[in-house]
């Protein structure tokens, strides 16, 4: 079946720094991959996503390039902020049938000033 | 538009008792997930519905989980007896069609 492995967290940074936290999946056939966020008190809301490979997702200066060689799917940020201090979940569905989404375990971000 | 719906937000029951949670997806998503989510741990589904029929519950405990989904729209989970290992946030989301996720509050449960 489909898995999603993603960068242990936490992960704390001072604001400005650069962020990339990294995601790789193992899937037959070419999921679709997300990138959720997690708001402390939150439900997961989604941040971006790319579809097929070579595809960018991009979103409140968040990317993500789906990379089909290396079966990654990395996201970065060239500048967190304290509001970017959430939990991320990296996502991939199965590419046939019915949609079913596999998350990763999530990383913790903490943005400190 | 609104979104996704969930009653009641916490929950604190004993073992062995029963507790019931409550979905409203998003107007004409015709696709519902029930996902449970361990502390520092990412969701995991525990059943899907298209419309009302269940399309993938192999990760549903069935000895003491149950859902239903009546009339393709609302959704009901229950946990009848609840264990300690229940614990967790109960997660609602819905989807158009083969696309992203919409998702709800949850609902902290804590068993006593």
């Known amino acids: 079946g489909n898995s999603v492995t993603q960068m242990e967290g936490p992960v704390t940074l001072s604001e400005e720094a650069f962020l990339t936290i990294n995601c790789t999946y193992t899937?037959?056939?070419?999921?679709?991959l997300f990138w959720y966020v997690q708001y402390p008190g939150e439900g997961l809301q989604l941040l971006l996503k790319?579809?097929?490979?070579?595809d960018k997702g991009s979103n409140k200066g968040f990317e993500a390039t789906y990379r089909k060689e290396t079966t990654s799917f990395h996201l970065e940020k060239g500048s967190v902020q304290v509001s970017d201090s959430a939990v991320y979940f990296c996502?991939?569905?199965?590419?046939?049938?019915?949609?079913?989404?596999?998350f990763g375990t999530g990383t913790k971000l903490q943005v400190i000033p | 538009e609104a979104g996704v719906a969930q009653s009641p937000r916490y929950k604190i029951i004993e073992k062995r008792q029963s507790v019931a949670f409550w979905c409203n997806p998003i107007?004409?998503?015709?696709?519902l997930y029930w996902y449970q989510q361990i502390l520092g741990q990412g969701p995991k589904l525990l059943i899907q519905?298209?419309?009302?029929?269940?399309?993938?519950d192999s990760q549903l405990p069935k000895d003491r989980f149950s859902a239903e989904r009546l009339k393709g729209v609302d959704s009901t989970l229950k946990i009848q007896p609840a264990k300690l290992e229940d614990s967790a946030v109960y997660l609602c989301?819905?989807?158009?069609?083969?696309?992203?996720?919409?998702f709800g509050p949850g609902t902290r449960l804590t068993v006593t």
């Open positions: 996502a991939g569905n199965n590419s046939g049938g019915y949609q079913k989404v596999t």
């Open positions: 519905f298209q419309n009302n029929g269940v399309v993938d």
């Open positions: 107007s004409g998503h015709a696709t």
């Open positions: 790319a579809t097929k490979a070579d």
């Open positions: 899937a037959t056939g070419y999921p679709s």
């Open positions: 989301a819905s989807s158009p069609g083969l696309s992203e996720q919409y």
